[in-house]
């Protein structure tokens, strides 16, 4: 049962356009979520959290949106580059689960010159 | 300094040998994670240390041993694995056990022959 989902395997941006990353989950319970972005042969490396008492957090061209109501997130990267091609990962925890990250299955994001 | 480092790089051992692999971290981080992290799937919790005391142990099979010696070190003691067991370990800490945002080493890619 995958509670954190993350249903494109993979995106493909054009440079300098906006890249968007969609994440849903099904536990209610979850209250802080997480993207971490993670390049071939290194580790996942944070990037940008929110709380569920927001609906957005913005950092430089990182922003994620928390829909609660549909259980559902975002990140936009704008714009996007070259660089930012890499596998990106959705986490969620809960309060109750001692903050344990639950990791959706990530989407490779491709940015193309 | 938010560098999570581990050692080995690489490692292939035999399904009879015993092995350890090796996390450290200088950020003043009491909470200490192993993930395993098999090729196209998210990172799975292994083990939690709060302030040096193993406080989770996702259901791991006894051939995997971790330990915590000191605040800034941790390892994971491999006995007798299986070829399944091959995969990307990670090693994360965070700044208190309730503390959301997790720092990723590179990992340590074992395989098992």
């Known amino acids: 049962d995958q509670q954190v989902k993350q249903n494109s395997p993979s995106l493909s941006v054009q440079e300098g356009r906006i890249s968007i990353l969609n994440c849903d989950y099904t536990n209610s319970m979850f209250d802080y979520f997480l993207w971490y972005k993670k390049y071939p042969a290194e580790g996942p490396t944070f990037l940008i959290s929110i709380s569920s008492i927001k609906d957005k957090n913005e950092d430089g061209r990182f922003t994620v949106f928390l829909n609660k109501s549909a259980k559902h997130l975002s990140l936009h990267i704008v714009p996007s580059q070259p660089g930012d091609s890499a596998v990106y990962f959705c986490a969620a925890s809960s309060s109750g689960s001692a903050r344990q990250l639950t990791f959706g299955s990530g989407t490779q994001l491709t940015v193309l010159p | 300094d938010t560098e999570v480092t581990q050692t080995p790089k690489h490692l292939v051992m035999g399904m009879t040998n015993k092995k350890s692999l090796k996390c450290e971290q200088h950020m003043g981080h009491r909470a200490m994670y192993w993930y395993k992290q098999k090729a196209k799937k998210p990172p799975e919790l292994m083990f939690v240390y709060s302030y040096e005391k193993l406080s989770i142990n996702e259901s791991v099979p006894s051939r995997f041993s971790p330990e915590c010696p000191n605040s800034s070190l941790l390892n994971l003691h491999l006995h007798a694995l299986q070829p399944e067991d091959s995969a990307l370990y990670l090693c994360?800490?965070?700044?208190?056990?309730?503390?959301?945002?997790?720092?990723f080493g590179p990992g340590t890619r074992l395989t098992v022959t």
């Open positions: 994360a800490s965070s700044q208190t056990p309730g503390q959301n945002e997790q720092y």
